[in-house]
């Protein structure tokens, strides 16, 4: 297959989920994944298991760089014209990437909330005026529309930032495999540390 039609993939992670492992093997039985960047933010809790091997690549850091920057280093990291950003802690079905695809020219596709509850109805991608819920745990471009997103926002807004700078869809119909409940979608976000943060990016989004 041509380089022209491959993800590059996406995953800054803590370890924080087991959905990781599932989401892996999945993603490297794909065709359309050319590869997977893997940005540790917590080294010292990597699974051994878990190897540079010919599809995923592991971005080690030193310490946590949060969400966002992870993001920015993981897409210019990328050899791949397509782009996948994903969390650690869901499941997503990948074969819907053949229809991303067809519509990937049109804008910046993030999940619809609906995929998070049920999503077993009619598959369509359909432009959105502002993100769902989940919008941003999973979403696909090109990499040459990303917008760098802004240093001072971390772990929240940088999804709203990219909205605000590129056509904004969704994909409905397609069910995503969460943690038990689907708040704890990003649990590392739940902890008193990340919520500071995530209120701290709120004020400078609004400033930007």
């Given amino acids: ?48 298991h878990i190897l540079n091997t010919d599809k995923i690549r592991i971005i080690e850091q030193e310490q946590n760089i949060y969400v966002n920057p992870a993001w920015n280093l993981g897409v210019e990291l990328s050899n791949y014209p397509n782009i996948c950003i994903s969390n650690d802690d869901l499941v997503w079905n990948v074969q819907i990437l053949p229809l991303i695809l067809e519509n990937i020219h049109l804008g910046i ?3 619809a909330t609906s995929n998070y509850f049920d999503g077993h109805s009619e598959i369509k991608i359909e432009d959105i005026t502002e993100r769902g819920w989940g919008w ?29 700078k590129i056509s904004a869809y969704q994909i409905s119909g397609t069910p995503i495999e969460t943690e038990p409940h689907p708040w704890s979608v990003s649990r590392t976000a739940s902890k008193n540390e990340f919520v500071q943060i995530s209120f701290q990016d709120m004020g400078n989004f609004s400033k930007l």
Avoid: H
């Fill in 109 to 111: 596709i993030g999940q």
């Fill in 1 to 48: 297959m041509s380089d022209t039609y491959k993800f590059s993939v996406i995953i800054p992670t803590m370890w924080c989920s087991d959905l990781i492992f599932k989401l892996l093997l999945i993603l490297e039985t794909s065709d359309f994944v050319g590869e997977i960047i893997l940005i540790d933010n917590d080294k010292s809790k990597r699974p051994a």
């Fill in 136 to 164: 941003g745990c999973c979403f696909f471009l090109q990499k040459n529309k990303w917008v760098k997103i802004p240093q001072q926002l971390k772990v929240a807004c940088g999804d709203d930032w990219l909205i605000s």
